[in-house]
């Protein structure tokens, strides 16, 4: 079974609408993230948390905001969705030592019309 | 400021070496990562340098860190068809927030 899991795989919807992305992690991990990825821009940095108490704002957090349910959930809403939000959206989690490698979710498609 | 730039393209004929480069501008840098992304996937981590390191070498690849110049390097010996992907750099910075930094990837394209 895969340790970063995301919901829905993709999705498609239409502008105004309110969204909601869903990861799971089974790695234990205290640190979360939330990226987007564009073609030609690489990741960008949404959201980040490193524990459940502690939320930090990324490079692009404009028009999202994120809730950390529990150490293993991380979810990402788009109050208000618009088509410039159209772009890949991936989690990742850390851990606390050595090489601070993250470990991604196999990504969400989110298209907004 | 922190950025770190790549090539967003490379063709390499099977069997070549595929060499990929990347540069990055904080000096404070810890680890210095290449990422991978085969189609439909997410990240994952291929190879790590930590930053007192000049080279690391894991079967086909070879990692080469010049922290003079802030260039890294990742050589993929004998390339074959698998190694089709994006390749992400990135450097970890260390203060409080620990934050990884990703280039915009290098999409890797085989040669018949």
């Known amino acids: 079974d895969a340790d970063v899991t995301q919901t829905p795989r993709n999705r498609i919807t239409k502008t105004g609408k309110r969204i909601m992305l869903e990861c799971s992690q089974t790695k234990g991990h205290d640190r979360m993230y939330w990226y987007r990825q564009d073609p030609g821009l690489g990741l960008r940095l949404i959201y980040y948390s490193f524990d459940v108490k502690d939320i930090n704002k990324g490079e692009i957090s404009d028009g999202y905001s994120v809730s950390r349910q529990a150490q293993a959930k991380f979810s990402l809403s788009l109050e208000s969705a618009i088509p410039n939000q159209t772009a890949l959206y991936f989690c990742?989690?850390?851990?606390?030592?050595?090489?601070?490698?993250?470990?991604f979710g196999p990504g969400t498609r989110l298209t907004v019309l | 400021g922190e950025d770190v730039e790549q090539s967003l393209f490379l063709s390499v004929r099977e069997g070549d070496s595929s060499v990929i480069n990347c540069t990055y501008t904080d000096s404070s840098s810890t680890y210095l990562y290449w990422y991978k992304q085969e189609p439909g996937a997410g990240l994952q981590l291929l190879t790590y340098?930590?930053?007192?390191?000049d080279m690391k070498q894991d079967q086909r690849l070879t990692v080469l860190l010049n922290k003079k110049d802030k260039h890294l390097s990742l050589r993929i010996a004998d390339t074959q068809t698998g190694d089709s992907a994006i390749y992400f750099c990135a450097e970890s910075i260390l203060d409080r927030d620990d934050k990884i930094i990703f280039g915009k990837g290098t999409r890797l394209h085989i040669l018949p």
């Open positions: 340098i930590f930053s007192n390191m």
């Open positions: 990742a989690t850390s851990g606390r030592q050595g090489s601070n490698e993250q470990f």
